[in-house]
Nanobody, 117 residues
Framework: QVQLVESGGGLVQPGGSLKLSCAASGTSFSNYIMGWYRQALGQQRELVAN???????NYAVSVEGRFTISRDNAKNMIYLQMNSLEPEDTAVYYC???????????WGGGTPVTVSS
C-alpha cells in the first residue's frame, strides 16, 4: 500500500520561504516519478514540479527559478523548497507518485500553504 504523507506547510509572508517534505512508504519508488501538485480555492489541481529517480526535473513556468524539487532515494523522501513566495502560491500542496510502467497515480492528503501579510 503506497502512502504519501506531506509536512511543512503553513503561513508565510510574501517573499518568504517554506520547505515541504513528503514521506513515501509501501514500495520501492525507483520506478516512480515523484512530484508536487497544488490546488488553490476554486481552481483545478496543477503540477508544480516533478522529479525522476535519476534526478531529472520538470517545473511549472510559474515557479521555475523560485522552487526546487529534490528527492532522497535512500530515505524515500521528496522535498519542495519554495523561495520568493507570492500570494498566488497560496494553495493546498499535494505529494504525488506515478508508477512509470502502469501510470498508476497516488496522492498524499495535502498540506496547506498560505502566503499573506
Amino acid at each position: 500500500q503506497v502512502q504519501l504523507v506531506e509536512s511543512g506547510g503553513g503561513l508565510v509572508q510574501p517573499g518568504g520561504s517554506l520547505k515541504l517534505s513528503c514521506a513515501a512508504s509501501g514500495t520501492s519508488f525507483s520506478n516512480y516519478i515523484m512530484g508536487w501538485y497544488r490546488q488553490a480555492l476554486g481552481q483545478q489541481r496543477e503540477l508544480v514540479a516533478n522529479i525522476r529517480y535519476g534526478g531529472s526535473t520538470n517545473y511549472a513556468v510559474s515557479v521555475e527559478g523560485r522552487f526546487t524539487i529534490s528527492r532522497d532515494n535512500a530515505k524515500n523522501m521528496i522535498y519542495l523548497q519554495m523561495n520568493s513566495l507570492e500570494p498566488e502560491d497560496t494553495a493546498v500542496y499535494y505529494c504525488h507518485a506515478r508508477r512509470v510502467a502502469t501510470s498508476m497515480n497516488y496522492w498524499g492528503g495535502g498540506t496547506p500553504v498560505t502566503v499573506s501579510s
